[in-house]
């Protein structure tokens, strides 16, 4: 029997962390994420993990101590947001192409200026192409779910990336909600040890690690890594449904909310997701066909089947909670609009920037964006495609 | 002993990372191609001293058995010229 728990979003991941009982934590503390090597060092005080906890003096030197930790054959986890992120950001390309398999709790907020600590996915969207998988989380199940994936899937061999389980600062990291927490001793059978071929201590097997890589070696190095992005989605398929067997929670790329009969639908990630549901089911008992598509996989990003799933609705609006400030759309909306062209499917399709800087994001405003989808659905004309939820000065 | 990498290697057949599974492989890192000056070696003039070989940077002058230094070995001289400053006797010029 599963444990019937309410915790915040932050409390659930550091359960999860002290389930998994890694060799190596390292972290420093930032809103929102703080609480996660906050109560994990207290998992260590009281001897509840027998995890190396690393105090370092900054995010740079964390993600530092994480890949020399898991270079060495450990395995290590971490946690941070936003400009904790930033200050990572040399060590993220280090980690992603030496192929350590590091597992991040990432959540989610503004990335300065001026000074915000409140959520948006600017932090991970900046990290997009850095070579980590990113799966993001409704809620503080999906946080806690996701974590207990993360390893099995980054550890993979025909895998070995790290990992980063994004979820939205404070809407979710520090509300409580119910949960369902797996037993110890599920976890740990389901997470089990970590076994690299080849890691830095064994005394059998001398090696190098990230050696000088010039013009005839690095391009096959960042294609094998492209190569592994690509094995990722079939790994994090077979991970989800071996998951789902243990809990009977469903996960794939996607979550499909009312979309097989819908006509207009929302693209969102992370908790919107939530006020988009209660959204279409208003909306449906009036009539209007309204569906969600909630992105949980979007490195790697699943283009081909996005697409698929979008094919037959008669207009789209794709959220983002973070502007690409590049003069056209967002990064989601960027990634489903090339996914949906690639295969020929060529919906109307208009992109929000919405939620910046914990800007709140209700349900009227979603209703707001079914309103102009459906004005879009009818005269097929997208109008302006680059459009604002929520922000003063705009219609 | 890992298999031989270079650069006519396939992505599919490298180590991820660019790792490399064996022991003292710098060996296998010529870095002569990097040279602009090379040093001349005037064995007439040198008396053995011992003081070329340490200040080398990289494995550019052999020593022998009968710890007696032996002429460069240019696949390792990055031509810094470092040898030839310290040489007391002028044994080493950089042309």
Redesign the interface.
Known sequence: MSIRERLSGNEAVSIAMKQINPDVVAAFPITPSTEIPQYFSTFVSNGAVDTEFVAVESEHSAMSACIGAEAAGARAMTATSANGLSLMWEMLYIAS???LPIVMSLVNRAVSGPLNIHNDHSDAMGARDSGWIQLFSENNQEAYDNILMAHRIAEHKDV?LPLMVCQDGFITSHSIENIELLEDEKVKSFVGTYKPE?YLLNDK?????????LQ??L???K??QS??MRNAKRVILEVSEEFEKLTGRHYGFFEEYKLSDAEIAVVCMNSTAGTAKYTVDELRKNGIKAGLLKIRCFRPFPAEEVANSLKHLKAIAVLDKADSLNAAGGALYEDVVAGMFTSNIHVPTINYVYGIGGRDTKSTDIEKVFSELSTVAKTGDIGNPYRYLGVRGEN | MSTP???N???KD?T????????G?ARN?TTGDWRSVKPIYLAEKCKQCGLCFPVCPDDAIPVNKEQKRENFNYDYCKGCGVCAKVCPFGAIIME
């Open positions: 192409s030496l192929r070995l080849h097997e001398p090696i190098a690690i990230g050696p000088l890589d005839s070696y391009f096959e190095h294609r094998q190569e592994a | 990498i270079d650069s290697t396939s992505w490298m991820i990372g660019g790792n490399i599974y064996d022991a492989n890192f």
